[in-house]
């Protein structure tokens, strides 16, 4: 995370991050017993077919804005290899490894 805000420039300010996260739980801690019956009671008559086909649309529709049909065609590929590990009684959890390289070698 703190690579991710030091490349898009974001000040590493440890106070201003913390005030932050305090503002963003201040705001959570109101919000949530004022709205969360109703996102529950909202989201538990939803669909979750037609849920399900929206987000997907969604998640290659951004791929491919972002990276054309390459995006599209890495987001694919990943998705057959999320489909492995069940297939072996394996979980998917064992597939963050492949992020541990890149971010050890410092890429």
């Given at each position: 995370?703190?690579?991710?805000l030091?490349?898009v420039?974001?000040?590493?300010?440890?106070?201003?991050?913390?005030?932050?996260?305090?503002?963003?739980?201040?705001?959570?801690?109101?919000l949530?017993?004022?709205?969360?019956?109703?996102?529950?009671?909202?989201?538990?008559?939803a669909d979750?077919t037609?849920?399900?086909?929206?987000?997907?649309?969604?998640?290659?529709g951004?791929?491919?804005?972002?990276?054309?049909?390459?995006?599209?065609?890495?987001?694919a590929a990943?998705?057959?290899?999320?489909?492995?590990?069940?297939?072996?009684?394996?979980?998917?959890?064992?597939?963050?490894?492949?992020?541990?390289g890149?971010?050890?070698?410092?890429?």
């Amino acid at each position: 995370m703190l690579v991710a805000l030091d490349s898009v420039g974001v000040p590493l300010d440890l106070p201003l991050l913390l005030a932050t996260v305090g503002i963003a739980a201040a705001v959570a801690f109101v919000l949530v017993p004022l709205l969360g019956d109703r996102y529950l009671r909202t989201v538990g008559r939803a669909d979750y077919t037609r849920l399900s086909v929206g987000v997907l649309c969604l998640l290659v529709g951004l791929a491919y804005l972002f990276a054309g049909f390459v995006g599209v065609g890495a987001f694919a590929a990943a998705t057959v290899v999320g489909l492995v590990p069940p297939k072996f009684g394996a979980r998917r959890v064992h597939l963050m490894g492949v992020l541990m390289g890149p971010l050890i070698a410092g890429i």
